[in-house]
């Protein structure tokens, strides 16, 4: 078996990516991308083929997943604070309490990762019990 190199050239970024000892090494020589590049590629794309649950907002990565039956609290993103999501294509607000985030887009790669929605914590009233209001 003929051992592939360590080291290659991305070849989005251009950059020299050694991936000895990962363990998607193989993966990533294959592709030839970074760990970076494809890191945030294979976001962007997983992204594409999700309707909506994955974007962007204000230069930041944000997934919002499904709530599990019976998640609450520490389980869920944010400690499970709800946020409203407003898609800027137009599709449907939608609000979250299972909000995660991927951390900011890196300055280059900021032009693949445009902003695709606006979001905003939501501070749901809650109804105090035997109260008559
Ligand atoms: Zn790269």
Redesign the pocket.
Known sequence: MTKLPDRFT??????E?RVGRWSHGAELREKR??????FYLSWRDEAAGRSGDMFVAEGTLYAALEEPDGAHGSTLGFGGRSFRIDYLDGRPARITRNLWTQGAVPDEFKELFPDTAVLTEVFLQTTVKGSKA
């Open positions: 991305c070849q989005h970024c251009g950059k990516e991308l970074c760990f970076n590049c494809d």
